[in-house]
């Protein structure tokens, strides 16, 4: 059993930054790809960003490009998620996955999710 718990989500300003963590319960942390997804208000769950086990390559949504940076540290069992210049169409419920897998070009969620922490973000 992996569980994974996020923190770090608020209220934000358009054009701030927030930082958000998962931690994860597991011994098995670095064995897994890890990502973010996200489900903004009257839309579908959405791939956002993912990293593999090492935290030496990722990949990301070509909304976040440039903007977001996913890393982890598997000493401490933790995924990041640093957003900078934040827009309202950011505004989601974030969700930490663990293994996200790839089907053709597109990333998919894995068996593992967080609770989800919300990212308002304010015009």
């Known amino acids: 059993q992996v569980q994974l718990v996020e923190s770090g989500g608020g209220l934000v300003q358009a054009g701030g930054s927030l930082r958000l963590s998962c931690a994860a319960s597991?011994?098995?942390?670095?064995?897994?790809?890890m990502g973010w997804f996200r489900q903004a208000p009257g839309k579908g769950r959405e791939f956002v960003a993912v990293?593999?086990?090492?935290?030496?390559?990722?990949y990301y949504a070509d909304s976040v490009k440039g903007r977001f940076t996913i890393y982890r540290d598997n000493a401490k069992n933790t995924v990041y998620l640093q957003m900078n210049t934040l827009k309202p169409e950011d505004t989601a419920s974030y969700y930490c996955?663990?293994?996200?897998?790839?089907?053709?070009?597109?990333?998919?969620?894995?068996?593992?999710w967080g609770q989800g922490t919300q990212v308002p973000v304010s015009s």
């Open positions: 990293i593999n086990w090492s935290g030496d390559v990722t």
């Open positions: 996955n663990g293994d996200p897998r790839r089907d053709g070009n597109r990333w998919v969620s894995g068996l593992y």
């Open positions: 597991g011994r098995t942390f670095s064995n897994y790809f």
